[in-house]
Each structure stands twice: as C-alpha cells, then as structure tokens.
C-alpha cells in the first residue's frame, strides 16, 4: 500500500521499496542490449555516412545516395528501381497477402470440418528451415525443374534466358518468380500468431453475434478483427518497421547472383557492404551507411503516421 507523504520514495511502501532491486535488474538486460546493438551501432554508422575516405567531413555520401535514384551506380543498382521493386513486394504482402491470411486464420480457428488437417497443410511451408525451402523452390524453378518444364508443355511463353537458366535466370521472370514466392510464404505468414489470438476471443461473443443475426461476415469484420486487432495492429506495425530493410530471400533464391532485375533495397544494401567488405575498402564504407539512414528517414514518418492511424482504430474496443 502506497503512504502519504512528499517525494518519489515516499509514495511507496517498504514492502515495495524491497522489490527496486529486482525490477532494475530485470530491465538492465534489455537496456544494455538497446544501448548497444541500436544505440552504439547506429551512431557509428551516422558518423560514417558523413565521413570520407580520408575521415574528412562530407556530404559527399549523400549525393552518391541521390545521384543513385536517377542513374546506376557503380555497383550495378539503380536506387529507384530497388525501392519500387521493396515497395511492389511490400505492397503485395500488407493489402493482398495479410487480409487473406487473416480470413484463412479466422476460418481454420472456426474450426470447420477437417481443420486440424488443413492446419498442417497450412503450415507446413513455415516448418521448413530457410535452407531447406530455398533449395526446394531453387530445384522446382530451375531450368529443367517440375516448375518450369510444366510451364514449358502448357505453352506459356518463356524468355530464352528462363528456358536455358531457370525461372531467376533473367529479367523477365526473376522478380516475377519472387512475388510468386513471396505470396506463397505470405499465406501462412503470422498464422500461429494469428491463431492464438482468435481462439483467445470468448466463444459467447461470437454465439450473441449470431442471436443478434450476425453472419459470418459481419462477425469477422465487426466482432472478430475488433477483438483481437491489438495483435494485429503490433504485427502491422512491425511490418511498417520492414518495409524498407526486407530483402525478401533474394540473396539465398538467387545465390548471391541477383542483380538489378530483382534487387530489392534491402538486398541493394547488403550487396553494396558484401561487396566493400570483399574488397578490402573499409574506408568506403560511407555510401551504404548513407543509404541506411536515408532509409531510416524514409521510413521513420511513415511507421509513426502508420502506428497512429493502426492505435486510433477500434481504440476503445476491449474484451
């Protein structure tokens, strides 16, 4: 019980004043983590984005960053290009992808006919270790794979490049074969998170729902999403967070070959620091770290401008 009197300590007992300790110990692991890994990191890497490589002061990254938008830089990458193909991508899985999961979710966690079946089926693609599945699918869409022969006897017209080097083997099928990828993983994609969430949401809710002559829309839009859209509102938000560092596989699908016809920003970004740090050039570390923060603050206004609308959704709805 807290007692009466002036001062931060005084307004606690000496019960809780014992407990001090333990709470500042319980935080300081987190916080020295913080301090570390973002703190640490990120102010290293701001100081170097405004160095050169003779430690001078400059703005010089910047322009590399800027003239990068509009031609190739020197390693091969259009800037524009990237962040249109991050945002193609990033559209696909947050407007397309996330809804339909949330509807399968929603369904399998009314548990249909046959729904610890199609569960398994559902989830099986996210069992399997990013190796494993990155070997599967670069088998299926090589260039005499099930895949691409399939498309092959049913006539759809592929480049000569697809034919002789797989589906990731030119521009015209590489990104393609990504999205198709991408949606694929996208569909089971926060399932066991999602899950969790439906089957917390008390079945006389939904059993009032329908005596009030709600149907299965009504009741996944108006009673299902509100109840449980604190999770989904921390997952679109991390989402948010992503949106400008995913490099979505390409890296492990491609082999490390990708080049400007699937480069996404955040494989963009790898592949620039991959390249330096091959060469020896620490001194040109200056570009990329350039380009994180110009990312950092591209994406810093669209997560709190998104992280207000998402809070201001169903803010007062609680079960």
Known sequence: MKKKGKGFLNKYSKFEKQKFPFVYLLIAFPVIQFAIFWVYVNFSSIVTAFIDGENQFTFDNFKLVFDALVNTDSYGFNLFDSLKRTWIIWGVNFFILFPISLLTTYILAKKIPGHYVFRIC?????????????????????????????????????????????????????????????????????????????????????????????????????????????????????????????????????????????????????????????????????????????????????VLIGKKIIDNIYKGVTI
């Open 122 to 302: 559902y989830i099986i693609p996210s069992l399997m270790g990013a190796v494993l599945w990155t070997r599967l699918v670069r088998y299926l869409v090589a260039y005499n794979g099930p895949v691409t022969v399939a498309l092959l006897n049913m006539g759809v017209p592929l480049p000569f490049n697809a034919q002789q080097n797989g589906l990731f083997g030119g521009p015209e099928t590489g990104f393609i074969t990504i999205i198709a990828i991408q949606i694929i993983m996208g569909l089971v994609g926060n399932n066991a998170v999602l899950t969790g969430a439906f089957t917390r949401v008390p079945n006389e809710i939904f059993e009032s729902a329908e005596l009030d002559g709600a149907g299965f829309w009504r009741s996944f839009f108006h009673v299902a999403i509100p109840c449980i859209w604190p999770t989904i509102g921390t997952l679109l938000v991390f989402n948010l967070c992503s949106v400008m560092t995913a490099d979505y596989n390409i890296f492990l699908y491609t082999n490390g070959t990708g080049g400007m016809e699937m480069s996404t920003v955040g494989f963009l970004l790898y592949k620039i620091t991959y390249e330096i740090s091959l060469s020896g050039g620490q001194a040109y570390y200056g570009y990329p770290a350039a380009l994180g923060l110009f990312l950092t603050l591209l994406t810093l206004p669209i």
